[in-house]
């Protein structure tokens, strides 16, 4: 039978020709067993030289995509009925993957659409600000480290340098007392409480973390098969008296409670650490971006509190760099830090090197330190602006929560405004804001708004903010 292809220019024709035979053979569009055209035949079919199907056809049999019969011609291999398509699943099997596609909307991701123009989402960090000349005097120190060293794999905890920076970094800012030996350096904080689920929670056991939450961290525990149990929050932070009995792992955000905002009581931090030493439980302190503090004295870590070992302490340069960076680390209690080493070993072996000497020379010589001194300054000029407006011409619609830390603060939206009704009117605006009612899992929702302010200055968050009065009074005019 004749074989349809097609040939582009005169350059490569074996090469062409071999593709789309090949090509044929395995989406089954040559059947195992059918007779192919003579190299003869083929080659006046499509005006090649019979020797350049000669040799397309041999290399095609010597892969066993093709045999030949002396006298008879060339066939199909009949292997190939290996790669027939299987029959489809029955409607009722579950979908490799289901779990992970129930999960739209559920995660940050990248947006595939231009951003508004004056975007409030959290966790996000201003690159403008950042001072990029000394980063790539750091990254400039970290490729000449590189061309020096060996091709080899390194330690799966994290390059010295950078660990022991993060070491004097906690000592200093947080109270966290450990040996540079103890710090594990992971792709951001995500990955660090991904590891701490891995080793510490089997499926089926059970894991406390607040509610409303984290939902990211809500997903790692869950796709991991554990049995995430929300317990509510109040003015004081986690509401210890409400955690369950059979719980092995408890993850909290204790400085800067996600998303509320509001710290946990010193109280609070006192029972929660008697709690987990009396029940045997391992309690994931995420202390996620507790270097901006505006209000009062700094609340001491969890984990510099912690005289039994049973805190796992987590933090991240996203909040105070930028996300891209993905670098993060974690503390664990001294029995889990080999099994952490291991879980990252196997996970992908060891983070980036020449990214975690950058950052090390960028901590030991002094610029993080000045970077958070000006950051610090900025953030507060624009948390200022952002209460300026829900505490005046915002105030009739939403109320602020307290909040003195952190690069994002929550206000609730009162009655009757709807939040998703609200979220749409303002981004026909080019206004973006975040709506808190998907970080509730059992807790009845309240309607609020996120306003991060970590990625936009405070002349867009005036703009930003007296669009978002207008959408607001004439929503309220509307519905008089």
């Known amino acids: 039978m004749d074989v349809h292809l097609t040939i582009h220019g005169r350059q490569g024709l074996a090469g062409q020709i071999y593709r789309q035979l090949r090509a044929g053979v395995m989406d089954g569009r040559l059947a195992p067993g059918q007779r192919l055209p003579s190299t003869r035949k083929l080659a006046l079919q499509l005006g090649v030289s019979r020797k350049t199907t000669l040799d397309v056809f041999e290399q095609l049999?010597?892969?066993?995509?093709?045999r030949s019969r002396a006298g008879d011609g060339t066939f199909v291999a009949d292997a190939m009925t290996r790669l027939a398509p299987p029959p489809p699943k029955p409607a009722t099997s579950p979908a490799m993957g289901a779990i992970w596609e129930a999960m739209e909307g559920a995660l940050p991701m990248t947006p595939t659409v231009t951003p508004p123009a004056y975007d409030f989402v959290g966790g996000v960090t201003d690159k403008g600000l950042f001072p990029f000349d000394q980063w790539r005097r750091c990254v400039s120190h970290a490729l000449r480290v590189q061309a020096r060293g060996r091709g080899a794999y390194h330690d799966?905890?994290?390059?010295?340098?950078?660990?022991?920076?993060?070491?004097?970094?906690?000592?200093?800012?947080?109270?966290?007392?450990?040996?540079w030996q103890d710090v594990i350096i992971t792709q951001g904080a995500q990955q660090a409480l991904d590891l701490l689920a891995r080793i510490a929670l089997r499926p089926g056991d059970v894991i406390a973390m607040e509610d409303p939450g984290y939902p990211p961290a809500r997903i790692i525990f869950a796709v991991l098969g554990a049995q995430v149990v929300p317990v509510p929050v109040d003015e004081e932070g986690l509401v210890v008296d409400a955690l369950p009995a059979n719980a092995r792992m408890v993850y909290v955000t204790p400085s800067h409670q996600f998303p509320l905002g509001m710290p946990m009581s010193l109280e609070r931090r006192l029972a929660l650490l008697e709690w987990a030493q009396r029940h045997g439980v391992l309690v994931a302190e995420d202390d996620y971006d507790s270097e901006f503090r505006f209000e009062g004295r700094p609340m001491e870590s969890l984990k510099s509190l912690d005289t039994a070992g049973v805190v796992a302490y987590v933090g991240t340069f996203s909040k105070t760099i930028f996300p891209e960076l993905r670098v993060g680390y974690v503390i664990p209690p001294a029995p889990l830090g080999l099994a952490l080493r291991r879980a990252k070993q196997v996970g992908d072996w060891h983070s980036c090197t020449m990214t975690q000497t950058a950052l090390a020379k960028f901590m030991l010589d002094g610029y993080f330190a000045k970077h958070l001194r000006r950051m610090h300054k900025e953030y507060a000029a624009r948390r200022t602006a952002l209460l300026e407006h829900l505490r005046g011409d915002l105030a009739p619609w939403l109320t602020p929560l307290p909040c003195a830390a952190g690069i994002h603060l929550v206000a609730v939206l009162r009655a009757p405004h709807d939040e998703a009704d609200v979220i749409r009117r303002a981004a026909a605006e080019s206004v973006g804001l975040y709506g808190t009612a998907g970080m509730f899992a059992s807790e009845a929702p309240r309607p609020g708004l996120l306003f991060g302010y970590g990625g936009i200055g405070v002349a867009a968050i005036h703009t930003g903010l007296g669009r978002l009065a207008n959408v607001l009074a004439g929503q309220h005019r509307g519905t008089a």
Do not use: T
Request: proline share 3%.
């Open 61 to 66: 049999i010597a892969e066993g995509y093709l």
């Open 156 to 179: 799966p905890a994290g390059e010295q340098e950078l660990r022991l920076a993060v070491a004097r970094y906690l000592a200093f800012s947080r109270a966290v007392v450990s040996d």
